[in-house]
């Protein structure tokens, strides 16, 4: 029992941890403070997680170093606190199932710790993964938006194409009114008389004539042209836009990489969080497979003495109070 009583820094700090008397434990077998060191060192380690987990979701989230260390700290703190009451506030008895069936909400909040402690942890191991998922996701977003504006831009460009080649044809006509009326001017085509005849004049006239409605001919085509150019870099301003939205986003915000991690090979992160899961249980695990130690018998010992000793006391006062 001597060598019990002697108990190192180290045990002392884990026993701390795990939520164990260490007055009670100084009164018990060697093999109590091994359980309930090792317990301790279990919480400490989720504890550890936990900081460093929170600290890479945090750094997604804030670009101040020193306030992700304090939050991250103080969410380790939380979770530390609450894995050391769940442990603390389990008791032992001579019926296992009984002990399992009182320690299923404790399995359910161990679960759910670990679920939220592996998530930041899953993204950090899976980080290129995820980059290149989103960069993947991303590439695909922009095409698409050329893709959506596509239809637009062939619509324009061929409406300019008609345009041009409308106006084409209108040079080549009237480069042929010109051709008819120089020939027949010069003699060489038409009535074949050199001079300034009836039908020179008359093709003249119908040249010039022409001359003039192409002019105003020209004035329209411009007119439409500088619609479709101005329609032309509204679309490519608005796919331009659209792009460097997409492109901003490419700073991968907490749920985006949520979203990616569950998009990716789940067997991998099942695996992980099976381990964290088992990391959160592990210190429950072992209160509920242990057997009733001379550490609950203590508990209880105690329990009892301190309910009898209230149960007098309130007798004592009750009979004051009648005297």
Not at 90 to 105: E, G, H, T, V
Request: aromatic residues 10%; hydrophobic residues 40%.
């Amino acid at each position: 029992m001597e060598s019990a009583k002697k108990v190192n820094l180290i045990n002392r700090f884990l026993i701390s941890c795990s939520g164990a008397s260490l007055e009670l434990l100084k009164d018990c077998p060697r093999f109590e403070i091994t359980k309930y060191s090792s317990i301790g060192l279990t919480i400490l380690f989720t504890a550890i997680l936990a900081v460093v987990s929170s600290f890479f979701a945090l750094s997604i989230i804030f670009d101040y170093l020193f306030l992700n260390i304090a939050l991250a700290f103080l969410w380790g703190a939380i979770i530390f606190n609450l894995d050391r009451y769940i442990i603390s506030s389990m008791r032992s008895s001579d019926n296992k199932l009984n002990d399992l069936i009182r320690a299923i909400p404790r399995f359910i909040i161990a679960i759910i710790i670990a679920l939220i402690i592996s998530k930041p942890m899953e993204m950090q191991i899976f980080k290129s993964e995820i980059d290149s998922f989103l960069k993947v996701e991303n590439t695909s977003l922009i095409s698409d938006v050329d893709k959506k504006y596509s239809i637009l831009l062939e619509d324009n460009s061929r409406k300019k194409s008609i345009a041009e080649n409308q106006y084409k044809e209108l040079l080549l006509i009237r480069e042929q009114y010109y051709q008819d009326y120089k020939c027949e001017c010069d003699g060489t085509c038409g009535t074949k008389r050199r001079g300034r005849g009836v039908e020179c004049f008359s093709k003249k006239e119908k040249y010039e004539t022409f001359q003039t409605e192409i002019q105003s001919e020209k004035i329209k085509r411009d007119v439409i042209l500088e619609k479709l150019i101005d329609d032309e870099a509204t679309v490519k301003s608005q796919i331009y836009e659209e792009k460097e939205l997409i492109k901003a986003s490419l700073s991968y915000g907490l749920m985006d990489q949520i979203r990616a991690l569950s998009s990716l090979d789940s067997k991998s992160s099942f695996f992980i969080v099976l381990m964290f899961v088992m990391i959160e249980i592990a210190p429950i695990l072992t209160k509920i497979m242990s057997s009733k130690g001379p550490y609950e018998n203590l508990i209880l010992e105690y329990e009892k003495k301190f309910e009898m000793n209230y149960l007098k006391g309130q007798q004592s006062l009750v009979l004051r109070v009648k005297k």
